[in-house]
């Protein structure tokens, strides 16, 4: 089974329109993530939800909408999509332990997407 | 901001060679995590080191933390062309609980049989 699943995985579109991108974890954890790796491969945060409620929002364009209807599944609308959108996309998932020093966190396989 | 700088950036050897990746950081982190990444994938945890001066195995892969708890290594003995990927080390973003990860830029290391 897989842990943590986006779709699509590959999203081609064109300048100006709004695209989503679906993730859903089946490990049970209480917090999502959502990841931009650029061309160089630096990995990025850019928005956290624990149990729902939006944690990490870090300067995103407002055209960034994340939405977790339920702490199994997070997902990212982009309006008014720009050249500059265009990377891989992760989605990832950890369970929050407070005492804990770190969190492992599980990523999905990513949705690349290219905007022409 | 604490950031976490990864080098070399690229490495391309040939199989059974030993190499070495650095994560620095000017900052001190109460964790470092080793994560790999193959081609069209997400990234993998490694392993996770937290106290200074600590070292882990992984088969023949060997991490280190430094004893400052701010810097950590990654060591590959005879390297084979299945440990091709992209390496990234990671650190708790300081000051929250919530599973914020500061990531190093990654190693781009290619395996040649």
């Known amino acids: 089974d897989t842990a943590v699943s986006q779709t699509p995985k590959y999203l081609v579109t064109q300048m100006g329109n709004d695209k989503s991108i679906k993730c859903e974890q089946n490990?049970?954890?209480?917090?999502m993530y959502w990841y931009k790796q650029d061309s160089k491969k630096f990995l990025k945060i850019m928005f956290s939800y624990n149990n729902k409620e939006l944690i990490i929002n870090e300067t995103v364009p407002n055209r960034f909408s994340p939405k977790s209807p339920d702490k199994a599944h997070l997902n990212l609308h982009i309006n008014s999509l720009e050249l500059g959108d265009s990377a891989v996309y992760f989605c990832a998932s950890s369970q929050e332990r407070l005492a804990a020093h770190y969190n492992e966190q599980f990523f999905g396989p990513g949705t690349r997407l290219t905007v022409l | 901001t604490q950031l976490l700088e990864q080098s070399p950036q690229f490495l391309s050897i040939q199989e059974g060679e030993n190499l070495t990746v650095y994560c620095n950081s000017s900052s001190v982190f109460s964790s470092l995590q080793w994560y790999r990444q193959e081609p069209g994938e997400g990234p993998v945890l490694l392993v996770t080191v937290v106290t200074g001066g600590e070292v882990k195995k992984l088969k023949r892969l060997t991490f280190q933390f430094g004893d400052a708890r701010k810097d950590s290594s990654l060591h590959i003995t005879a390297a084979q062309p299945g440990d091709t990927g992209l390496y990234l080390c990671a650190g708790p973003a300081g000051g929250t609980s919530y599973g914020k990860l500061t990531f190093g830029q990654g190693t781009i290391l290619t395996v040649h049989p």
């Open positions: 490990l049970g954890h209480d917090t």
